[in-house]
């Protein structure tokens, strides 16, 4: 029915993976919504706790991609190895495609952010021509990928 899917993400601060996401990231803070503990525990989402989701979305309109933080009262989720992507199963990355590496860049370093290992790097020709990547920690300790051009000088 549409082209973009929706991302729930459980996290342990939601005021600051809402900042992150927000003011380093890009993500525009829409509406969100109430799910009542029935409805959650009938649908198999949680074991009788209700949830309430901050939505937070890239683009415009119906097809904008979503982004759905929640952190869930009364709980304390455990955390997967986020050391590598490779250190545990699940969703393991974020990608998000930006216009410009170097003003990302500007963005993340400006809130105190810094990229993973020696980001950004230019990604293979073969792969994306002209595209570099830039590899970040939200506040939960996931990658997030930052993928696009730098400008010509």
């Not at 198999?44 to 989701?53: E, M, N, R, Y």
């Not at 933080?69 to 190895?81: E, I």
């Not at 998000?96 to 990604?123: M, N, Q, W, Y």
């Amino acid at each position: 029915a549409r082209t973009t899917i929706d991302l729930g993400t459980v996290v342990t601060d939601l005021e600051k993976s809402v900042r992150f996401y927000t003011e380093v990231v890009g993500f525009t803070e829409v509406t969100g919504f109430d799910v009542p503990a029935d409805m959650a525990t009938d649908a198999g989402l949680t074991d009788g706790k209700p949830l309430s989701i901050r939505v937070l979305v890239l683009g415009t309109g119906p097809e904008a991609t979503k982004l759905k933080l929640m952190q869930v009262k009364g709980t304390a989720p455990r955390t997967g190895d986020t050391e590598f992507i490779h250190s545990h199963t699940g969703f393991r990355y974020l990608t998000i495609f930006v216009t410009d590496t170097e003003a990302a860049l500007a963005r993340v370093t400006k809130h105190g952010v810094k990229p993973l290992a020696k980001s950004p790097v230019a990604i293979p020709e073969s792969i994306a021509p002209g595209q570099f990547l830039t590899c970040l920690r939200d506040p939960d300790g996931n990658i997030v990928e930052l993928v696009g051009p730098k400008p010509k000088k």
